[in-house]
């Protein structure tokens, strides 16, 4: 296990020992804290042997996210008991049920905007962090990250990350103190090996956009014959825990679409393992006559099955489309 993850590790493990004791201070001591703090022990004793970390049934290494989420895991996911494997599965169930309540609605409309969005993670949970999020004045904050790895891990510091934004846009900070403040939150309490690309974007009524791109894939500006990319303008979140971000400015025109997109997109591969390419997304969304964002969605989803001919997804897939509409 790295270095950096050991240390965070041992300190929750230290911090639990220490909540243990103060129980035991209050209430007395109990047959169940008595084994937590065996467990706790035991843990740490094995850190000292560099034993941490290594299944006691196969000597092979646990999975990190699952020590992330206890310290104390003792076996991989092949050597669980049945009941540890119905309770995990559970839990998953759960987990995935409670993020899919985090999403945003599926459709806004705000004066002549509308934005729409597809949500498809690669296993039970995703690391895809989705949002829209309405504004004073009309207006609307659109958000599409991706966190750095996969699975359980992945999903709980999305929804930290959704936390963080939803806690700060009421603050009415600028959309780069916003996005400093937010990576500054997320570098200080993940593990140092954590981060996540991310485009943070806030749309007026008058059709003027502003947009942070934080080393996530360049969104596409679709419209009258051409697309143009919005460049990252800065580092990934969390990649520094001092890092400062720029922000760009646009007009969108009535008729104009932004698409936004995880590398769940740009990333798949067919059979023979070629790339799908930002290049080819390019191309497509070019020709592309509609300007409805429900539409644009559908016509990449059907354009990135035909690419892949049914190869299973390798990654969480996140396509958010934003319109504006011409005055009726």
Same mark, same amino acid.
């Given at each position: 296990m790295a270095a950096p993850a050991d240390f965070i590790l041992r300190q929750q493990l230290l911090d639990r020992r220490l909540r243990l004791e103060q129980a035991?201070?209050?209430?007395?001591?109990?047959?169940?804290?008595?084994?937590?703090?065996?467990?706790?022990?035991a843990a740490l004793a094995r850190m000292e042997t560099g034993s941490y970390g290594l299944c006691e049934v196969c000597h092979e290494p646990i999975e990190t996210e699952r020590l992330i989420t206890d310290p104390l895991t003792r076996l991989?996911?092949?050597?669980?008991?049945?009941?540890?494997?119905?309770?995990?599965?559970?839990?998953?169930?759960?987990?995935?049920?409670?993020? +899919?309540?985090?999403?945003?609605?599926?459709?806004?409309?705000?004066?002549?905007?509308?934005?729409?969005?597809?949500?498809?993670?690669?296993?039970?949970?995703?690391?895809d962090y989705c949002d829209l999020i309405r504004a004073e004045r009309a207006g609307f904050?659109?958000?599409?990250?991706?966190?750095?790895?996969?699975?359980?891990?992945?999903?709980?510091?999305?929804?930290h990350l959704q936390a963080m934004f939803r806690?700060? /846009?009421?603050?009415?900070?600028?959309?780069?103190?916003?996005?400093?403040?937010?990576?500054?939150?997320?570098?200080?309490s993940t593990l140092p090996t954590h981060y996540a690309t991310l485009v943070c974007g806030r749309a007026s009524v008058s059709g003027e956009v502003e947009v942070c791109n934080a080393g996530h894939p360049p969104p596409l500006l679709i419209g009258r014959g051409e697309v143009l990319s919005i460049d990252p303008t800065g580092l990934p979140l969390g990649a520094f825990c001092d890092l400062t971000f720029a922000t760009s400015r646009f007009c969108v025109e009535p008729g104009q679409t932004i698409l936004l997109y995880t590398d769940g997109l740009s990333e798949a591969r067919d059979r023979s393992g070629q790339m799908y390419g930002a290049e080819r997304l390019r191309e497509f969304v070019k020709e592309q006559q509609t300007s409805f964002p429900q539409?644009?969605? +559908?016509?990449?989803?059907?354009?990135?099955?035909?690419?892949?001919?049914?190869?299973?997804?390798?990654?969480?897939?996140? /396509?958010?489309?934003?319109g504006r509409s011409a005055a009726s």
């Amino acid at each position: 296990m790295a270095a950096p993850a050991d240390f965070i590790l041992r300190q929750q493990l230290l911090d639990r020992r220490l909540r243990l004791e103060q129980a035991v201070s209050v209430t007395g001591e109990s047959h169940q804290v008595r084994n937590l703090i065996h467990e706790v022990d035991a843990a740490l004793a094995r850190m000292e042997t560099g034993s941490y970390g290594l299944c006691e049934v196969c000597h092979e290494p646990i999975e990190t996210e699952r020590l992330i989420t206890d310290p104390l895991t003792r076996l991989c996911l092949d050597h669980l008991t049945p009941n540890q494997q119905r309770a995990l599965e559970m839990d998953l169930e759960l987990a995935a049920a409670i993020q +899919k309540g985090l999403l945003p609605d599926p459709h806004l409309h705000s004066g002549l905007w509308e934005a729409a969005y597809h949500y498809k993670p690669a296993g039970i949970v995703s690391g895809d962090y989705c949002d829209l999020i309405r504004a004073e004045r009309a207006g609307f904050y659109f958000i599409l990250g991706d966190v750095a790895g996969k699975g359980v891990a992945a999903s709980m510091l999305m929804v930290h990350l959704q936390a963080m934004f939803r806690t700060l /846009i009421p603050m009415g900070l600028s959309l780069r103190e916003l996005v400093e403040r937010a990576s500054r939150v997320f570098c200080e309490s993940t593990l140092p090996t954590h981060y996540a690309t991310l485009v943070c974007g806030r749309a007026s009524v008058s059709g003027e956009v502003e947009v942070c791109n934080a080393g996530h894939p360049p969104p596409l500006l679709i419209g009258r014959g051409e697309v143009l990319s919005i460049d990252p303008t800065g580092l990934p979140l969390g990649a520094f825990c001092d890092l400062t971000f720029a922000t760009s400015r646009f007009c969108v025109e009535p008729g104009q679409t932004i698409l936004l997109y995880t590398d769940g997109l740009s990333e798949a591969r067919d059979r023979s393992g070629q790339m799908y390419g930002a290049e080819r997304l390019r191309e497509f969304v070019k020709e592309q006559q509609t300007s409805f964002p429900q539409d644009l969605i +559908k016509t990449c989803l059907k354009d990135l099955a035909a690419f892949q001919k049914d190869v299973p997804a390798g990654d969480d897939l996140t /396509i958010m489309a934003i319109g504006r509409s011409a005055a009726s």
